[in-house]
């Protein structure tokens, strides 16, 4: 059975930096496109980053090109989105997505983003 669960979520102060993790299970990331997307309240999911098959493809909205860096461990089945010099606006739940035949979400996990 897939499964994907995101860690790594929390409270912090502007221009902090947090790490989130998406733990694969019941299938091979390796063959998957994987990516983040962010849901803020009142607001409509969006695309935050995305890693291809192969970890050098990669591709962010433009919100936070230069922050955000997304990565893949094959060998423990993982993606991550370091996220730097968090802003006010980060502040959402957080997604992490196995496209391809796979088709799966996350439940999410918090990232709040507050003084």
């Known amino acids: 059975q897939v499964h994907l669960v995101e860690s790594g979520g929390d409270l912090v102060q502007p221009g902090g930096n947090l790490k989130l993790s998406c733990l694969g299970s019941?299938?091979?990331?390796?063959?998957?496109?994987m990516s983040w997307h962010r849901q803020a309240p009142g607001k409509e999911r969006e695309l935050v980053a995305a890693?291809?098959?192969?970890?050098?493809?990669?591709k962010y909205t433009e919100s936070v090109k230069g922050r955000f860096i997304v990565s893949r461990d094959n060998a423990k089945n993982t993606v991550y989105l370091q996220m730097n010099n968090l802003k006010l606006e980060d502040t959402a739940v957080y997604f992490c997505?196995?496209?391809?035949?796979?088709?799966?979400w996350g439940q999410g996990t918090q990232v709040t983003v507050s003084s």
């Open positions: 997505y196995a496209g391809g035949s796979v088709n799966y």
């Open positions: 019941g299938f091979n990331i390796t063959n998957s496109a």
């Open positions: 890693i291809g098959r192969s970890a050098g493809v990669t």
